[in-house]
């Protein structure tokens, strides 16, 4: 397989996983107190956004990439 048809389905999974999750959610773990024996830590959720049309672009040029890989064969 071309290395451009690769990148482009990297891309076609990317822009696809975008449009469906609409962002990426983590868990992290905070600690609040710390004091000689006493130790208190907190889950806090993060979420890093991913606009629809990152998802789209991503989905449109992985197309792209395949197509032109296909006809360079």
Do not use: C, N, W
Not at 15 to 29: D, E, K, L, N, P
């Amino acid at each position: 397989m071309k290395p451009i048809m690769l990148i482009g389905l990297v891309l076609i999974v990317f822009g696809a996983v975008a449009f469906i999750f609409q962002g990426i959610t983590y868990t992290s773990r905070e600690k609040i107190i710390d004091i000689g024996s006493i130790h208190a830590s907190a889950d806090t959720r993060k979420t890093i956004p991913l606009p629809p049309v990152v998802g789209g672009l991503a989905l449109v040029s992985g197309i792209v990439l395949v197509i032109i890989g296909r006809k360079k064969s």
